[in-house]
């Protein structure tokens, strides 16, 4: 049997339309998965938490506009005492910019003094 792809109803190979599809994206990054499985079983679009955390995986990461205007920085342990790594965040959009593994001794800005080292 051949069927014609009507484009924006259908898609190939696919088990769902573009618009179920837009409404799961929709419903997974509101609520993330177990709040969204039982939301999408009472659209009558029931998936498992799983699916939504796959659609999330899936969309492609937003636009990254220019070098962030103010820089957030934070420390924390992967293993306490151990190793440690510090995210960098751009403060106005909350996003993450950067995660750097191990801390580093370097001077934060020119002319500023040399960093302590923690005991």
């Known amino acids: 049997m051949f069927a014609e792809q009507v484009s924006g109803l259908?898609?190939?190979h696919a088990r769902r339309t573009p618009a179920v599809t837009a409404l799961l994206e929709a419903v997974?990054?509101?609520l993330g998965g177990r709040a969204g499985a039982r939301l999408t079983?009472?659209?009558a679009a029931g998936v498992s938490r799983m699916t939504?955390?796959?659609l999330?995986?899936?969309m492609p990461d937003p636009a990254v506009s220019a070098s962030p205007r103010?820089?957030?920085v934070?420390?924390?342990a992967l293993r306490k005492g151990r190793s440690y790594?510090?995210?960098?965040?751009?403060?106005?959009?909350?996003r993450p910019v950067d995660i750097l593994d191990e801390r580093q001794r370097t001077r934060s800005r020119p002319g500023s003094p040399p960093a302590r080292a923690r005991s």
């Open 52 to 54: 939504l955390i796959r």
């Open 70 to 72: 103010v820089l957030g």
């Open 10 to 12: 259908t898609s190939r």
């Open 56 to 58: 999330i995986r899936a």
């Open 41 to 43: 079983g009472r659209l």
């Open 85 to 94: 790594g510090t995210l960098l965040v751009d403060v106005q959009t909350r």
């Open 74 to 76: 934070d420390e924390f």
């Open 28 to 30: 997974a990054l509101a």
